[in-house]
């Protein structure tokens, strides 16, 4: 089954990295503190900078990391040198809900190319839009998957983010945090550009439009091996 959306690799491992940057199906790689600090980044700009180096030709988004907006800016243009293929990473607000918006239209009046992350709402999409529309691009991150751990259907709110976006091309919608291979079919249907994904994630795409008769079998045979393998008794 073809996609009809980008997918992004969301990780921070190297080698996890280089592995989909082989895939051709990969159009960018997303990464964030967090993702780092469980891959074992224990330095974050010789990391960035040798990803950089390594996957020159396609999207890398990294993410600030200080909870001042004069110091989000700093470091913003310092990752944003780091190569003509980076987004930077801008949280929607600080940790004490502070709006982010205002330091996200003047990066973007400077030319800098952004990914505004961890967005929830259609008021918070609508914001960054205003503040992003007419620049130079930018990743607008949806955190779809979060959505639904908090028991609301994510996908009435991403199709509004999609119609919100559709008379500026330069912008385009991330579906984020997925939890099934699902998530990008739906991401698809309703024109969504983008859908971030981990390596396990992806490796479950070759699973679109499989015969169930055909799963139910593989399943069995899964388990029965797996018995096998452990040479359980009864």
Known sequence: ??????????????AGMLEMYKNPIIAGFTTNPT???KAGVDDYVAFAKEMC???????LS?????????EMERQALEIKSWG???????????????????LVKKLTDTGVRLNVTAMFTEEQNAAVTEATAGGPGAFLSIFAGRIADAGQD?????TR?????????????IWASPRQVLNAVQAADIGCHIITMTNDLIKKLPNLGKDLTEFSLD????????????????
């Open 84 to 102: 003509p293929n980076v987004y930077v990473k801008i949280p929607i607000t600080n940790t004490r809900q502070e709006s982010s918006v205002p």
């Open 154 to 158: 994510p996908l009435p709110i991403m």
């Open 161 to 173: 983010c999609v119609e919100m976006l559709e008379p500026y091309p330069e912008l385009e919608l």
């Open 1 to 14: 089954m073809e996609l009809k959306v980008k997918i992004f690799a969301d990780g921070a491992d190297k």
């Open 53 to 59: 180096q390594l996957i020159p030709d396609r999207p």
């Open 219 to 234: 399943t069995v045979k899964m388990f029965y091996n797996d018995a096998q393998s452990c040479g359980f008794t009864l």
């Open 35 to 37: 993702l780092m600090r």
């Open 62 to 70: 990294f993410e600030v990391f200080s909870d001042e907006f004069n």
